[in-house]
């Protein structure tokens, strides 16, 4: 049985930093991906890291501020936010995927989810 469990989210501050977990089971996936979801908003791709971690993939509005990366050993992928706004604050989800394209930057483009974790940012 194929899960994803997120976690690390919680509240904190503008311009602070939280790092998110994705703990994967069930079978390795070819490259996951991070969304995010605010209340009546659709959910936004964020990032994306191949299985290898040789390509990794940033939408222009998270791009410096956060970093993808994957520990295979851990069958675990984080998602590292820095200097973080208050219109971060969502609900975010780690996704999987099989295939070879690349980058995979739509919901459709994945075959599993999380049931996500909320990240509040206070200003």
């Known amino acids: 049985q194929v899960q994803l469990v997120e976690s690390g989210g919680g509240l904190v501050q503008a311009g602070g930093s939280l790092r998110l977990s994705c703990a994967v089971s069930g079978r390795t996936f070819d490259k996951y991906s991070w969304f995010r979801q605010a209340p009546g908003q659709e959910r936004l791709f964020l990032a994306a890291?191949?299985?290898?971690?040789?390509?990794?993939y940033y939408a222009d509005s998270v791009k410096g501020r956060f970093t993808i990366s994957r520990d295979n050993a851990k069958n675990t992928v984080y998602l590292q936010m820095n200097s973080l706004k208050p219109e971060d604050t969502a609900v975010y989800y780690c996704?999987?995927?099989?295939?070879?394209?690349?980058?995979?930057?739509?919901?459709?483009?994945?075959?599993?989810w999380g049931q996500g974790t909320q990240v509040t940012v206070s200003s």
């Open positions: 996704a999987a995927a099989w295939g070879s394209y690349w980058p995979p930057k739509l919901p459709s483009d994945h075959a599993y």
């Open positions: 890291v191949t299985w290898s971690g040789s390509n990794t």
